[in-house]
């Protein structure tokens, strides 16, 4: 059973920064391509950025490309997603997880950028 622990959301002004980091307790983690994804109230989740394995290759949703950097830590088996240039509808729930074939979800880290 693979779990996926999430933290580092918080309230911040638009504008402001924020650092994401998930804990996975899977071996070997620096075997997957991970992603982060995000949830708004009403709107279906929705993949944000994705890493490969080594950290080599990167890809963004167009929405968040030029203010979202992901980027991984094997030794500690963390993923991290560093958020700059904060907008209001960059607010939402915050997940981790394998690229495809999806782990069991964690809970989440609530990001809320105000105006």
């Known amino acids: 059973q693979v779990q996926l622990v999430e933290s580092g959301g918080g309230l911040v002004q638009a504008g402001g920064s924020l650092r994401l980091s998930c804990a996975a307790s899977?071996?070997?983690?620096?075997?997957?391509?991970m992603a982060w994804f995000r949830q708004a109230p009403g709107k279906e989740r929705e993949r944000v950025a994705t890493i490969n394995y080594s950290g080599g290759s990167t890809t963004y949703a167009d929405a968040v490309k030029g203010r979202f950097t992901i980027s991984r830590d094997n030794a500690k088996k963390t993923v991290y997603l560093q958020m700059n240039s904060l907008k209001p509808e960059d607010t939402a729930v915050y997940y981790c997880?394998?690229?495809?074939?999806?782990?069991?979800w964690g809970q989440g880290t609530q990001v809320t950028v105000s105006s």
């Open positions: 899977v071996r070997p983690f620096s075997t997957y391509t």
């Open positions: 997880n394998r690229d495809r074939d999806y782990w069991d």
